[in-house]
């Protein structure tokens, strides 16, 4: 009687701690059968009730230009990859799908092009997105689409740089590209954001709400803001605002929401999370918060940045995406942990399943750990998900993770209330290996059997358990991908062979977008933004244009490019660099050497800087002023030589840093260039 009184008086203190955790909800437990000694034990019992609906595990493309690289992989690589990331009982089996809705801004990671880079300028075949979702929809028709705005392009701020300067104009905006993937690939969009970790507006979420239901698009949920809690403060004063949301959006939440956050009823979503290299480490963080996601802050969505690592290696957040794919010249991609992770959730749990109460199906383990458990009332199917990640093999990149233990445990089992009678689940088990074996990575282990609704399972350290009574799961494979190798030495395009507005392959935009156009018969790549984006990030101040390519280890280059610049709202000044130090929202602070030519005034200036501040030489050019050019850049032998339409312009020596980086080209300012051809030349060619 005394050992009853004791685990009366435990769980009624920890029930207690978690009401103060989570003021919003209601708790209550039932005890059905009392463990014989002082066991490590769980309870699953819906009879005390259910929390609240699974609503999804995702991932983003975009934010910005993440997935860059796949779109020239070879096609039996780029079909396998998307196997593991969309397709049901394979690998991820993703349920929900973020893309970014281009703005012509630097957003991360490179830029994506805007379906409408002017007022009328309506274009739907312009960037990857359109693409992706398709093949997404072709593996798993029931996955969840959800948009959201980095940058919008500049003429919808008006002069500013705010995008609700004319709330309906924006709206409109937001709403076309929604309709165009309605009406040009019959892609029905699920969710749409506001302005990613940007400041919302409460009118023009009102505006938005308004603008969606007048199109026909009463379906489509918003989801406020993208960013943090702190919404949560007007929904609970504006109820026209609070019918307007489906659910509040965070980033990065540390696995907790606010008071606040629970007092509104809205669904909680970390609607950006991860973040983090997806080695044994990034596996371990993913594989934590989307368990504590929901048992510290009832969030019943988790999305990861990113879907994919395919940008070059050098850009920002390098492998920070559920697997990496950054060979299309080769056809090697990774496998990597956080696409196990995924599959012990995902492939055992719907869309509309509701999660067991907290402390008889959701909560943390004695000795360190968590567990979650989900049901579908209409089958009767249990999966229980557990996790025993330690604190430093867990770490993701944001937030800072207080300290925590976690010991070997051995946890006896009691189903309960409606799932008594299961007498076996099927279990999928994965170790993050750190003491130099391999991982065990979502692997089949035999059937836990269940004695009068008891089971005993031991736990060790850096585990994932997942207990099912869904039969289906399995851990897909495709033959190995062919051998890695770097960047080839050789590499030309004269852009005849793409589809029109499709952005050329390897040429990666940091500032500006580049599409392939018809101009008098003859395909070019265009620089197409001409004026400054309402942008994200920093890197579109500095009012120049850059795309980059290339192998960042290269201490020695040569870069040709032919080009010309259109009369009506041409560029005036047009550059190559080599070196290039940088990429993404630092950008504009870009290192190296950089030649810059301006065509009407027949100057030329050579930069150790993308600024052009510091500058190294400059001078006057011989060649005509119209026409198409070709620019010349080689770095060698501590040596950089510049030549124009076949010229020498200067020969000097080489700054000492930086020593390597990619190759470059770009506008002096936003303005028309169209590149007609373009060849790179490795340090072995040399």
Known sequence: MALFHTLVTALCINCCIFAHALPSEKFSFLIDSVPDDDENYIVFDDTPGLGRQFEGIGAISGGGATSKLLVNYPKKQRDEILDYLFKPNFGASLQIFKVEIGGDAQSTDGTEASHMHEKGDENYQRGYEWWLMREAKKRNPNIKLYCLPWGFPGWLGQGTHNPYVNPQ???????????????????????????????????????????????????????????????????????????????????????????????????????????????????????????????????????????????????????????????????????STPIWMTAHTTQFVDIGWRYLSHDTGVGKLPDGGSYVSLTDAASGELTIIIETMSHDHSKCIRPSLPPYKVSPQTMTIFLEGSFAAVETMDVWYSK????????????????????????????????????????????????????????????????????????????????????????????????????????????????????????????????????????????????????????????????????????????????????????????????????????????????????FDSRQAFNISAPETPKTGFAAVGTDNYGYIDLHQYLLQGPQTL
């Open 169 to 335: 104009l924006t709206a409109d905006y937001v709403v076309s590209w929604i309709l165009g993937a309605k009406k040009v690939y019959n892609l029905t969009i699920d969710y749409v954001g506001i302005w990613n970790e940007k400041p919302y507006d409460v009118t023009y979420i009102k505006t938005l709400r308004k603008t969606l239901d007048r199109q026909g698009f009463t379906k489509t949920l918003i989801i406020a803001p993208d960013g943090s809690w702190d919404i949560s403060a007007d929904i609970l004063k504006d109820q026209e605002l609070a019918s307007g949301i489906h659910a509040i959006g965070c980033h990065y939440p540390g696995t907790f929401s606010t008071t606040e956050a629970r007092m509104t009823e809205k669904s909680l979503w970390a609607s950006e999370d991860y973040s983090t290299y997806n080695d044994e480490v990034g596996g371990g963080c993913w594989a934590r918060i989307l368990n504590q996601n929901y048992v510290n802050g009832l969030m019943t969505s988790t999305i990861s940045w990113n879907l994919v690592a395919s940008y070059y290696n050098y850009l920002p957040f390098y492998r920070d995406g559920l697997m990496t794919a950054v060979e299309p010249w080769s056809g090697n991609y990774n496998v």
């Open 432 to 643: 993050l290996a750190f003491d130099g074996t391999e991982n065990i990575m979502f692997q089949k282990k035999q059937p836990l059997t269940f004695t009068d609704g008891k089971a005993q399972l031991s736990l060790g350290v850096d585990e994932i358990y997942t207990l099912s009574t869904i039969k289906t799961g399995n851990k897909g494979a495709h033959p190995n991908p062919p051998q890695s190798s770097p960047f080839p030495q050789v590499v030309a395009d004269m852009f005849d062979e793409y589809p029109e507005y499709v952005e050329p392959n390897y040429l990666a935009p940091q500032v500006g977008s580049l599409e392939v156009r018809n101009v008098s018969g003859k395909r070019v790549a265009r620089q197409t933004v001409l004026q400054r984006p309402v942008y994200w990030c920093n890197a579109e101040t500095a009012d120049k244009t850059i795309s980059v390519i290339g192998d960042f280890d290269w201490p020695e280059m040569r870069f040709t490019v032919k080009f010309s610049i259109p009369a009506n709202n041409g560029t005036f000044g047009v550059f190559v660099a080599v070196r290039v130090d940088r990429g993404g929202c630092q950008v504009q602070n870009a290192q190296g050497i950089f030649f810059f030519v301006f065509p009407t005034t027949r100057k030329f200036i050579v930069s150790s800087d993308f600024a052009r501040k510091n500058v190294l030489k400059e001078g006057w050019l011989s060649s005509s002023t119209t026409g198409e050019h070709v620019i010349f850049l080689q770095v060698h032998k501590g040596v950089a030589i510049g030549k």
